[in-house]
């Protein structure tokens, strides 16, 4: 007798209902981070001693975390100028910081615009809001203690953050609001508890890292919501558009000004850092987390993935 095995068809709607299943729900995901914020939250002003001198011989930034570290160009340079460098690259990674987060801003404002103002939900937003206005004026600050120029990113980039803040869909917002904070948070970790660094950035790093841990996950919360329940054009809009964020945030990170501000040539440095293993390493140790999140969740797919490669932070 032949045994005749008949497949189970599951349905479009029964993947979507055990997805959904899964999910935290958004309003006790946005009372808990509430309640973290209201116990957990710093006034930089106040906060942070920005009337003590800087201190001699400490660095602006872990050297390990330096774009030329390891390379034959860093072994050169002398200790002074490796400071100096390091004073640079954390005024352009502060610069690069201000930008993402009024961008984060706008795109945080669009989410909620339609949403119903007494949700929870909308509560933390505007608390998260609210967090990156004193983020972008504590690394304002920071630069201008430490006596480095701004870095603006490239016009190129500048006007293609306009069409995103315009464009953009809920879930390529949240994709590329977790690519901006990830990589810099990673790194961030590393630096507050380093007694190398000078003491202001420290404390700069260490107020961002206990509430930007809240924005995480309140970004990851909600993107991992909208990549079960938008429509599949809108997902694989989602997988192209954070692959392109990735390959443009990859150039964007330090500014090639730096290189030439401390008096090295510009062309050859940033040809060093391209051809780093270390900083290879670095960067992808930085954007580990957050790709093994994003692979899980769908997002790193056909395209996306290989904008994703094409941007090195993945390996």
């Known amino acids: 007798m032949t045994t005749v095995t008949t497949a189970t068809t599951v349905t479009e709607p029964e993947v979507l209902r ?35 001198p800087l201190e001699e011989g400490k660095w602006f930034w ?14 050169k340079m002398s200790e002074e100028q490796r400071m100096e460098l390091s004073r640079h690259e954390a005024a352009s990674l502060a610069s690069l910081g201000i930008w993402f987060e009024i961008i984060l801003m706008q795109l ?7 949403k119903s103002v007494t949700s929870a939900h909308v509560r933390y937003a505007l608390t998260e809001i609210a967090d990156e206005c004193r983020h972008s004026k504590m690394f304002a600050r920071m630069i201008q203690k430490g006596g480095a120029p701004s870095y603006p990113v490239s016009r190129l980039n500048h006007n293609l953050a306009r069409i995103l803040k315009t464009v953009s869909t809920t879930p390529g917002s949240f994709a590329c609001t977790l690519l901006g904070e990830e990589i810099l948070d990673w790194m961030q970790r590393l630096t507050f508890p380093d007694e190398r660094v000078q003491t202001i950035v420290r404390g700069v790093t260490r107020i961002h890292v206990v509430e930007e841990a809240r924005h995480v996950r309140y970004a990851r919360e909600e993107l991992r919501r909208q990549m079960v329940t938008a429509p599949r054009w809108e997902q694989e809009l989602t997988r192209v558009s954070c692959g392109e964020a990735a390959r443009v945030f990859s150039i964007a990170f330090v500014n090639p000004q730096v290189y030439t501000n401390v008096g090295l040539d510009r062309r050859e440095a940033v040809a060093q850092v391209k051809a780093s293993g270390h900083r290879r390493e670095v960067m992808q140790s930085g954007a580990g987390r957050l790709t093994d999140f994003l692979d899980d969740i769908g997002v790193l797919r056909g395209v996306g993935r290989k904008l994703w490669k094409s941007s090195g932070l993945l390996a």
């Open 62 to 75: 872990p050297p390990e975390l330096v774009s030329l570290y390891d390379t034959p160009m860093w072994k």
């Open 108 to 114: 945080l404002v669009r989410h909620i615009y339609d």
């Open 18 to 52: 055990d997805a959904l299943g899964l999910l935290k729900d958004r309003e006790q995901v946005a009372e808990r981070l509430l309640d973290s914020s209201a116990k957990h939250s710093f006034d930089p002003d106040t906060e942070l001693d920005w009337d003590a």
